[in-house]
């Protein structure tokens, strides 16, 4: 069965107008659509409002690293603003992982949005791991994060569709996984590095698969998106 509700479309840009328009044209062929900070540092919490009417949910990803008593606050602004998805990173630790997901409830004026902690970007191979002094293998820590954010009380966690497996094995059925870093197979890498197609990650057990550029970045984003649900289907 095609599910358009696990397809979240990365808008990654600084066009208001552009993002609007991808927004609209999505309608339909994506259940979430994702703010990140290069829109959110141009257009503020006005855009979280304007892309939510389009329809979809807004998955606000700014990625909240800090002490945990800023944190708490932002997340309360995050929900306070209508996300109904934030990020925050698991890096951050315990203190400030529980602080955000009680920020989240205290700014919601309705359900709370998910809190879903960051663990090891997308972008980073063992070699650039390394080099920040993380000796472990990058599924190794992505586990120990993911149940240090369970245990912290957060909705679940975005990994890398070659660590969901490991992830849901590790942290059950409830715990969300979200995963970008997927590529149809036909596609451009671009700068990601631990890449799977929309089938494998839903195979792998992914729950939401955040997309950006081969959607964004094609001629006709609804078919492109369209084309990507189908392929998830298949997994
Ligand atoms: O264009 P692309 O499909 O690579 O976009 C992936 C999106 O997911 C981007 O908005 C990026 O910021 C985000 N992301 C990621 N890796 C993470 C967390 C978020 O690529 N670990």
Redesign the pocket.
């Known amino acids: 069965m095609t599910n358009p509700n696990a397809l979240c479309v ?1 808008l ?1 840009g600084s066009d208001h107008a552009w993002i609007l328009a991808t927004a609209r044209s999505l309608v339909g062929h994506a259940g979430w659509l ?1 703010i ?1 900070l290069e829109a959110f540092i141009a257009f503020g919490p006005r855009l979280v409002e304007e892309v939510a009417a389009t329809g979809p949910l807004v998955f606000l ?1 700014l990625k909240l690293h800090d002490i945990p008593a800023t944190v708490r606050g932002a997340a309360a602004n995050c929900a306070a603003c209508g996300a109904q998805m934030l990020t925050v990173h698991a890096g951050g630790g315990r203190a400030m992982l529980e602080a955000a997901a009680e920020g989240a409830r205290e700014g919601s004026r309705g359900a709370p949005p998910k809190v879903v902690a ?1 663990t090891i ?3 980073l191979d063992r070699p650039a791991l390394g080099e920040l002094g993380f000796e472990n293998r990058p599924e190794d820590l992505v586990t120990k994060w993911a149940r240090l954010a369970r245990e912290s009380g957060l909705d679940g966690v ?1 990994a890398s569709p070659r660590e969901a497996a490991r992830v849901r094995r590790e942290c059950g059925r409830e715990f969300l996984i979200v995963t ?3 590529r149809p197979a036909d596609s451009r890498v ?1 700068d ?1 590095r631990r890449v799977l197609t929309p089938a494998e990650a839903i195979r792998s057990g992914a729950d939401i698969l ?5 959607i964004t970045r094609a001629q006709d984003p609804a078919e492109a998106a369209r084309r990507i649900v189908e392929e998830m289907a298949t997994g």
Not at 210 to 214: H, K
């Open positions: 990365a990654d994702k990140g990803d960051v970007l997308t972008s975005v970008p870093g997927i671009d990601q955040v997309v950006g550029r081969p």
